[in-house]
């Protein structure tokens, strides 16, 4: 058995302002995935996974006692006893979906009334669809916006305009330029729960409250508006401008080793660095003009593209 493929995501825009109801936009990102497998000689890895999804199980036992979801237990149940488990190369703790991933997996195969990608996707069945993702994603985080799972199941952009207001969306195709969004592996594996608890924390603050509403929620609006549009020169501006406010107010989400690489970037103008999720490691997100200069420079750094302009 080995069932379909679900995608990693990346959060181009958006980290921790969708918590706080500003816009994001989400696309999938197919480099990596994760498929529900039964194998004959399970890796060491796979017997980790199989475990993993049994806890996973009387989660959505729970779930269902309490009429929140609806899915094919006994069959979810079963197969795991066989040996299923999730087989993924979507590094985790690295802010790319890969909890996301295999919530879709089990939601797609397992979940009975299902909403599918191919009706027609009104907002209310992708807030509904969210809704359930969030139930099910908060076994792995203890609170998820279900964005990511939504991502992943429907491999498609998604624009975040508000927590009540989703739309799936297209974005410009892409160009043989110079120009390139890429991730860089900062070799660190982030947990996602302490950097939300410290981002809560940092909210009590009146002061970071009025910047997250300002400046950061104003220059990531911005942001997605020039990337959907293709407006490219417009775009490197306002990214300049949010790495600097991100760099000013989310430290404490940058490792420490990449505090003075990501002041050299807004200095350089030769690329730009972001959040790519909630950090604390795993990938940060850059933006580069000239792709090839950028990877020259950051040489010693583990790149992988993600968009080109």
Avoid at 165 to 173: H, Q, V
Avoid at 183 to 205: A, I, R
Avoid at 236 to 252: D, I, T
Avoid at 264 to 290: E, R, V
Wanted: aromatic letters at 12%; hydrophobic letters at 40%; charged letters at 25%.
């Amino acid at each position: 058995m080995k069932g379909p493929l679900f995608y990693a995501k990346i959060l181009l825009f958006g980290e921790y302002g969708i918590i706080k109801d500003s816009k994001g936009l989400a696309i999938p990102f197919n480099t990596y995935q994760g498929a529900l497998k039964v194998s004959e000689n399970p890796s060491i890895e796979a017997v980790e996974s199989n475990k993993n999804l049994l806890k996973f199980y009387y989660h959505l036992s729970d779930l269902e006692a309490q009429n929140l979801a609806d899915f094919r237990l006994e069959e979810l149940k079963r197969d795991i006893d066989n040996g299923m488990y999730f087989d993924s190369s979507i590094p985790q703790g690295y802010g790319v979906g890969s909890s996301g991933a295999l919530v879709a997996a089990v939601y797609d195969k397992y979940a009975d009334n299902k909403i599918t990608v191919l009706e027609n996707l009104t907002r209310d069945k992708l807030l509904k669809l969210k809704e359930v993702f969030s139930l099910m994603e908060s076994f792995f985080h203890g609170k998820s916006s279900g964005l990511d799972p939504l991502n992943s199941y429907l491999s498609l952009p998604i624009l975040i305009n508000s927590k009540d207001d989703l739309e799936a969306t297209g974005i410009p195709s892409q160009k043989e330029g110079k120009g390139a969004v890429f991730l860089l592996d900062s070799q660190q594996v982030g947990e996602t729960e302490p950097m939300v608890s410290l981002f809560m924390n940092k909210m009590k603050n009146e002061g970071f409250r009025r910047m997250l509403n300002e400046d950061f929620a104003k220059h990531t609006d911005a942001c997605i508006d020039d990337f959907l549009h293709g407006n490219v020169k417009s775009l490197f501006g306002n990214v300049k401008q949010l790495s600097k406010v991100v760099l000013a107010n989310f430290k404490p989400m940058i490792p420490k080793a990449f505090h003075s690489l990501w002041q050299q970037g807004i200095d350089s103008n030769a690329y730009y660095l972001k959040l790519c999720g909630s950090g604390g490691g795993g990938y940060i997100l850059g933006f580069t003009q000239d792709f090839q200069q950028a990877k020259s420079i950051l040489k010693d750094y583990k790149l992988e593209l993600v968009y080109r302009f």
